[in-house]
């Protein structure tokens, strides 16, 4: 069984910062792809910024610039650092990896982190 347990979070104003951490746990040989989306009220879960386990990174149009993406592959944990935060941004965000557990290759999912965007 793996796990991803998002922390990090919380209500911030308009123009402040969030940094969400994302841990892997449970029984799984390696970690390929993480990734962090985010699914506002009423919309679609869209992907916020992905990394590759070397460590190549992408960025949705939404949020270039504004974030950052990072891991520490000795911790299986996967970072987003966002600056510049709007009211737009407020939604629950996902982390996703891509695990090799169980022989085969699987998509995990965490539970979600609320961020809330004060104007």
């Known amino acids: 069984q793996v796990q991803l347990v998002e922390s990090g979070g919380g209500l911030v104003q308009a123009g402040g910062s969030l940094r969400l951490s994302c841990a892997a746990s449970?029984?799984?040989?390696?970690?390929?792809?993480m990734r962090w989306f985010r699914q506002a009220p009423g919309k679609q879960r869209d992907l916020v910024a992905s990394i590759t386990s070397g460590g190549v990174t992408t960025y949705a149009d939404s949020m270039k610039g504004r974030c950052t993406i990072s891991r520490d592959n000795a911790k299986n944990t996967v970072y987003l650092q966002s600056n510049s935060l709007k009211p737009e941004d407020t939604a629950v965000y996902y982390c996703?990896?891509?695990?090799?557990?169980?022989?085969?290759?699987?998509?995990?999912w965490g539970q979600g982190t609320l961020v809330t965007v004060s104007s």
């Open positions: 996703n990896a891509r695990v090799f557990a169980g022989a085969t290759w699987r998509e995990v």
């Open positions: 449970g029984t799984f040989f390696a970690i390929n792809d």
